[in-house]
C-alpha cells in the first residue's frame, strides 16, 4: 500500500527554537497533502492544505506565519513551527493524497513534538 | 458543514466478544466514508472505505456498510483481538477532499 513518511518522529526543543517536520511520499506522487494535529485524547484537526506548487490553504485560526507550510515537489511537503512556544507541543500528523487518481489519504505516523 | 458523530468511548471488551462503533454523518452530496485505526504513538491507518450508498467496506475482519437512509457507518467485528485495542476514527470527505473526522474511540481488548 500507499507509504507516507514522516521525519522526525519525536523532537525535543528550548523554547524560540524553529522546527521543521518533513512529510514525504515514498511511492506515489502527492498532490495534495494534509497537516494536522492533534492534541492527547482528542481528534485531528486540520491545519492547512498543502497543493504541489502553490502556497497552502490554512483552515480558520491557524496562524500563517506561526506555520510555515512549503510543497515544492510531488513527494514532499514540510511544516516549519517558528519561534515555537510550550504552547505549540503537540503530535503533528500529515497525509498525502493523489486527486488525480482519487486515492484515499494516506498518513504519517506523526511527529510528536515537545517545546520546553 | 460536515460532521461526524461517533460512539463514545472508551469501550472495553473481552476478547472474542462482538464489536459494534456507531458512526452516523452529516453532509451535502454524496461523501466517500472511512474508518481510520490509530495505535499509541502513530498516525492514522486507513481500515476501510466505502465511496457510495449500499458499498460494504471491509478489511481484517472488520466492515462497515453505508446506509444513506440512515446517514451511518457503523464499525463492526465479529470476534476482536487483543491486538485491535487502538483509537478509531470515522471519517468522511466531501467534494473538496477534506477529511472530517469524528472524535474518536478508544477500544481496548483485554485478554
Known amino acids: 500500500g500507499a507509504v507516507v513518511s514522516q521525519h522526525p518522529s519525536w523532537v525535543i526543543c528550548k523554547s524560540g527554537t524553529s522546527v521543521k517536520i518533513e512529510c514525504r511520499s515514498l511511492d506515489f506522487q502527492a498532490t495534495t497533502m494534509f497537516w494536522y494535529r492533534q492534541f492527547p485524547k482528542q481528534s485531528l484537526m486540520l491545519m492547512a492544505t498543502s497543493n504541489e506548487g502553490s502556497k497552502a490553504t490554512y483552515e480558520q485560526g491557524v496562524e500563517k506565519d506561526k506555520f510555515l507550510i512549503n510543497h515544492a515537489s510531488l513527494t514532499l511537503s514540510t511544516l516549519t513551527v517558528t519561534s515555537a512556544h510550550p504552547e505549540d507541543s503537540s503530535f503533528y500528523i500529515c497525509s498525502a493524497t493523489n486527486q488525480l487518481s482519487n486515492q484515499p489519504q494516506h498518513f504519517g505516523d506523526g511527529t510528536r513534538l515537545s517545546i520546553l | 458543514g460536515d460532521s461526524v458523530t461517533q460512539m463514545e468511548g472508551p469501550v472495553t471488551l473481552s476478547e472474542e466478544a462482538f464489536l459494534t462503533i456507531n458512526c452516523t454523518y452529516t453532509?451535502?452530496?454524496?461523501?466517500?466514508l472511512f474508518w481510520y485505526v490509530q495505535y499509541p504513538g502513530e498516525g492514522l491507518q486507513l481500515l476501510l472505505k466505502?465511496?457510495?450508498?449500499?458499498d460494504k467496506g471491509s478489511n481484517k475482519g472488520f466492515e462497515a456498510t453505508y446506509r444513506k437512509e440512515t446517514t451511518s457507518f457503523h464499525l463492526e467485528k465479529g470476534s476482536v483481538q487483543v491486538s485491535d485495542s487502538a483509537v478509531y476514527f470515522c471519517a468522511l470527505s466531501g467534494s473538496n477532499y477534506k477529511l472530517t473526522f469524528g472524535k474518536g474511540t478508544l477500544l481496548t481488548v483485554n485478554p
Open positions: 453532509a451535502t452530496g454524496y461523501p466517500s
Open positions: 466505502a465511496t457510495k450508498a449500499d
